[in-house]
C-alpha cells in the first residue's frame, strides 16, 4: 500500500504545489488524479518517486518511508516505481531497443551502465517486453523517427523492463488523439489487470477517467477537492464539476463525455 501523508510542496520561488495532502493506494488499484493544468497533479506524482523532494509531510510504501531514503536506498526503491510522461522523455537519436534497455540501468553496474552494455538476459527481456506492446519491428529505428503513440508505448516498454510493482502516468495521452489515447491507456489497463501493478495515472478528460480509473482523486490549487469511485465520477453533478475545475469550466455534450471547454 501507498500512504501519501500530509504532503505539502513549496518551491523557492514561493509558489506553493501541494497542501497537506493526504490518501492512500492499495496494491494493484489503478488510481486516476484529475484536475485542469497547474493544479498539482505532476508534482504529486515526482513528490512519490522523489524526482523532487516534498518541503513536509511522508510518502510510505509497504511500510518504507520513501521521503527519508538517500543514496542506494532510494535507488533499489526507484526500481520497482516506473514513470511514463507527456512528451515520453526518450533519448530521440536512439534507437528503440537502447531507449528501452535504459529500463535496467538500475540495476546493472555503474562501469557498465556508463558503457551501455547489458547482458543477454536483458536483451531478450527488451525483445519480450517490445513484443507485447506491439513494437517489435521498430527496434531498430530511432525514437524520433516513431509516431506519439508509437512513442509512449517505447516509454511503457522503457518502465516495464524495471519490473515495476507501481508504475505513475504523468498526463501519458495529452499529446495523442482520442483514439491513440484509449490505445495507450488500454495498455496501462493490462499491466494492472494482468500483472497486478498498481498505476496512478494523471488525467485531464473524465471520459477517459469514468472508462479507466477505479478511483479517482480530484486536485485544485494543491489541494484534494474531490474523492469518487468510478460510479460516483459518472454521476458526477455540475457542483461537484466546477469544484474541481472552477465556475468557468462547462461539460461538453452530454453526461460527462467529451472534453473540457
Given amino acids: 500500500m501507498l500512504e501519501v501523508n500530509n504532503l ?40 512519490i518517486n522523489r524526482l523532487i523532494d516534498p518541503t513536509e509531510g511522508e510518502i510510505i510504501w509497504n511500510g518504507m518511508n520513501i521521503t527519508e531514503l538517500k543514496g542506494e536506498d532510494l535507488r533499489k526503491i526507484r526500481r520497482k ?19 528501452v534497455l535504459a529500463g535496467r540501468l ?39 523517427e516513431l ?12 518502465a516495464l523492463m524495471q519490473d515495476p510493482k507501481m508504475i505513475l502516468a504523468d498526463e501519458p495521452v495529452a499529446s495523442l488523439d482520442p483514439v491513440l489515447a484509449h490505445s495507450i491507456l488500454m495498455n496501462l489497463e ?19 477517467v469514468q472508462r479507466y480509473a477505479e478511483r479517482v482523486i480530484g486536485i485544485r490549487d494543491g489541494e484534494i477537492v474531490y474523492r469518487g469511485s468510478r460510479a460516483e465520477i459518472r454521476a ?18 452530454e453526461g460527462i463525455e467529451g472534453e473540457i471547454k
Fill in 81 to 99: 516505481i516506473g514513470m511514463i510522461f507527456q512528451h515520453f522523455n526518450l533519448v530521440k537519436r536512439s534507437s528503440v531497443m537502447k531507449n
Fill in 8 to 47: 505539502t510542496k513549496i518551491y523557492d520561488d514561493g509558489t506553493v504545489a501541494l497542501k497537506n495532502i493526504s490518501f492512500t493506494v492499495s496494491d494493484g488499484e489503478f488510481l486516476i488524479i484529475i484536475g485542469l493544468s497547474g493544479a498539482g497533479k505532476s508534482t504529486l506524482l515526482r513528490c
Fill in 147 to 158: 509516431s506519439g503513440g508509437q512513442q509512449q508505448r517505447v516509454g511503457i516498454a522503457r
Fill in 190 to 208: 493490462k499491466l494492472n489487470q494482468e500483472d497486478d501493478i498498481t498505476i496512478i495515472c494523471s488525467l485531464h478528460y473524465l471520459d477517459l
Fill in 106 to 144: 538500475g540495476y546493472s553496474p555503474a562501469f557498465s551502465s556508463a558503457l551501455g552494455k547489458f547482458s543477454s538476459e536483458d536483451l531478450k527481456k527488451a525483445n519480450t517486453v517490445l513484443d507485447r506492446l506491439g513494437i517489435t519491428d521498430q527496434a531498430k529505428k530511432r525514437a524520433d
Fill in 236 to 253: 458526477m453533478n455540475d457542483d461537484e464539476f466546477k469544484e474541481i475545475y472552477g465556475q468557468e469550466a462547462e461539460r461538453v455534450g
